[in-house]
């Protein structure tokens, strides 16, 4: 999923362009949580912070780089902590991917930082949230599991009735 919403994911020249309007999107962002006042920003706070979130998640290290950076300003710090029950279930998936899966060490890094923020800004919603993804993630990969062996117990089957019939038939 693109950071910008309104762009689709294609690549070549225009990929490349993609990504550097996702960091324009980023900047202008970034005056807009600078300038806008609280109460305004509440009433975005789930949809602006999910579409930071994937942001954070992009493959591209520039734009991820640039979205991690968002948490130096100190309006955006300030609005965070103020907000973190919300804020951190949504941005977590994304911390988390990046700090186990982004190929780029600075992303490593900048992720690692905002972790160790909401940490020391709050243990115990920490630990909540990760205790949370963890199981969701199990039941996920229960659930898939159940379905591959369904999947397969179908096909048995099926193969089985073909076989079934050519002997009989």
Not at 4 to 33: A, D, F
Not at 122 to 136: A, N, P, T, Y
């Amino acid at each position: 999923i693109p950071c910008v919403p309104w762009q689709s994911q294609t690549s070549g020249q225009y990929q490349r362009r993609v990504h550097g309007k996702e960091q324009l999107y980023l900047n202008e962002l970034e005056e807009i949580l600078e300038s806008s006042a609280k109460r305004e920003l509440e009433k975005v706070l789930k949809p602006l912070f999910t579409q930071i979130a994937r942001c954070v998640m992009s493959p591209h290290f520039q734009v991820a780089e640039r979205a991690l950076f968002l948490w130096n300003n100190d309006a955006v710090a300030s609005f965070t902590s103020e907000h973190r029950h919300t804020i951190l279930p949504i941005l977590y998936p994304a911390l988390n991917a990046n700090t186990q899966n982004h190929w780029n060490t600075t992303v490593h890094s900048l992720a690692f930082n905002i972790i160790r923020m909401f940490m020391e800004m709050d243990i115990e919603l920490w630990d909540k949230v990760s205790k949370k993804f963890d199981e969701e993630q199990n039941a996920k990969h229960k659930e898939k599991k159940v379905e591959r062996r369904n999947k397969r117990w179908s096909a048995l089957k099926r193969i089985a009735q073909t076989k079934d019939m050519s002997v009989s038939g």
